[in-house]
């Protein structure tokens, strides 16, 4: 498994855009979410490095936030190694893609 075939990638989908609320974006815009864009799938992952990043020491750190600013780098590096991923394995863009 890849860094972007891990299940959390899916967890954090489903909690921000189909929770159970009475429309879910997910579900609204549905064709947005197949197949799942690469921008989102970078804006997960670097959302996920910020959280770990939050608690490294083992305590949350107070006081910081996630902004375009600070995270915008992170993200481009996401994006990137995901599309170039994506060259390299033509099974994984192919599931990425259905």
């Not at 909690?15 to 549905?30: N, R």
């Not at 996401?78 to 599931?95: I, K």
């Amino acid at each position: 498994m890849g860094i972007y075939e891990h299940p959390i990638l899916q967890d954090v989908i489903n909690a921000q855009w189909f929770s159970k609320t009475k429309k879910p974006d997910g579900i609204v815009f549905g064709g947005a979410f197949n197949p799942i864009p690469d921008p989102v799938i970078a804006l997960v992952f670097t959302v996920v490095e910020y959280a770990i990043k939050q608690w490294a020491s083992r305590f949350l750190l107070s006081g910081s936030q996630f902004s375009e600013v600070d995270y915008h780098d992170v993200y481009k590096r996401h994006l990137d190694g995901l599309e170039q991923w994506c060259h390299f394995s033509t099974r994984t863009a192919q599931a990425l893609a259905h």
